[in-house]
């Protein structure tokens, strides 16, 4: 059963305008999201993430925004640039109090941004 | 560079052949996890470690042991390779503990790239 859904695999963007990556979850006991950028043949880095006390975290062209009524989170990048073409994993933890930093990953979607 | 190592970075098994993979990181950080990427399936967690001497399983963890015998080091093993288990694997680590946003930033190895024939 996936808890955490990315239902678009890919995405494809003009350079300059918005992308906006999309993600859903099934579990109500989540309560940080997180979302992770990977190159090909390198491990994900993280990139931003957002507490389930927030509806929105801003860094730099990166903001993610967070609907807790309709378990969906998003990722918007703007302006997209070239740079930014990878695959972006959206995360979810469950807060166990300290004993635990278990992280459920998506599937992915495979960002291009188009000269 | 501190950061997560993983070794190797390329593997070929042969069906019922055993090995390690190696993981190691020096930032002191109290939680590792180990976990696989498939195409369709994103990234699945085998085993994860919460400290030294304590482990415990994820979403996929048979065929796989771990053991953490040292904050620094947590090595996957597949005791009878088999096909299913091609993969490349991710090994990742973190602070452990307060609820901020920024200790959930995972640091990642490069992976470790295995098929089994």
């Known amino acids: 059963d996936q808890q955490v859904k990315q239902n678009s695999p890919s995405l494809s963007v003009q350079e300059g305008r918005i992308s906006i990556l999309n993600c859903d979850y099934t579990n109500s006991m989540f309560d940080y999201f997180l979302w992770y950028k990977k190159y090909p043949a390198e491990g994900p880095t993280f990139l931003i993430s957002?507490?389930?006390?927030?509806d929105k975290n801003e860094d730099g062209r990166f903001t993610v925004f967070l609907n807790k009524s309709a378990k969906h989170l998003s990722l918007h990048i703007v302006p997209s640039q070239p740079g930014d073409s990878a695959v972006y994993f959206c995360a979810a933890s469950e807060w166990y109090g300290g004993a635990t930093n278990k992280l459920i990953f998506g599937t992915g979607t495979l960002l291009a941004v188009q000269p | 560079n501190a950061g997560v190592t993983q070794t190797p970075k390329f593997q070929v098994l042969k069906t019922g052949q055993s090995m390690t993979l190696q993981c190691a990181q020096d930032m002191n950080h109290e939680y590792m996890s180990w976990y696989r990427q498939d195409p369709g399936m994103g990234l699945r967690l085998i085993h994860y470690s919460v400290g030294a001497g304590i482990t415990d399983q994820g979403e996929v963890p048979n065929g796989y042991n771990v053991s953490r015998s040292t904050t620094e080091d947590f090595p996957l093993r597949l005791l009878s390779a088999a096909p299913s288990q091609t993969s490349v694997y991710f090994c990742?680590?973190?602070?452990?503990?307060?609820?901020?946003?920024?200790?959930?930033?995972?640091?990642f190895g490069s992976g470790t790239r295995l098929t089994v024939v």
């Open positions: 957002i507490s389930s006390i927030k």
């Open positions: 990742a680590s973190s602070r452990s503990g307060a609820p901020n946003p920024a200790n959930y930033g995972y640091t």
